[in-house]
Nanobody
Framework: QVQLVESGGGLVQAGGSRRLSCVGS????????MGWFRQAPGKEREFVAS????????RYADSVKGRFTVSRDNTQNTMYLHMTSLKPEDTAVYYC??????????????????WGQGTQVTVTS
């Protein structure tokens, strides 16, 4: 059974920074691509960032490019999302997800099979 647990959410002022973590249980964490998604109130869940199995390839939504950085530490079964220059529109529940492949680090939810419970990030102006 694969479990993903996010942490690091909270209240932050606009312009500030926050680092989210996602710890995965189960074997073969390092074999799969991982992704971050978010869902704001009243909106559909959207792609934020993804990273391939080894961390050498990453992808970002245009809305976060240059401000967010996704990384992973396979020795700790952990993926991170370092968020800087936060804006009120970044307010959302952030979810991590494990992909079905190690090489495809897709922007589509359909490519991910396991999801965490989410962590709330609220950015105040």
């Amino acid at each position: 059974q694969v479990q993903l647990v996010e942490s690091g959410g909270g209240l932050v002022q606009a312009g500030g920074s926050r680092r989210l973590s996602c710890v995965g249980s189960g074997r073969a964490f390092s074999s799969y691509s991982m992704g971050w998604f978010r869902q704001a109130p009243g909106k559909e869940r959207e792609f934020v960032a993804s990273i391939n199995w080894g961390g050498g390839n990453r992808r970002y939504a245009d809305s976060v490019k240059g401000r967010f950085t996704v990384s992973r530490d396979n020795t700790q079964n952990t993926m991170y999302l370092h968020m800087t220059s936060l804006k009120p529109e970044d307010t959302a529940v952030y979810y991590c997800a494990r992909a079905t492949s190690g090489t495809v680090y897709s922007t589509s939810e359909k490519s991910y099979e396991y999801w965490g419970q989410g962590t709330q990030v609220t950015v105040t102006s």
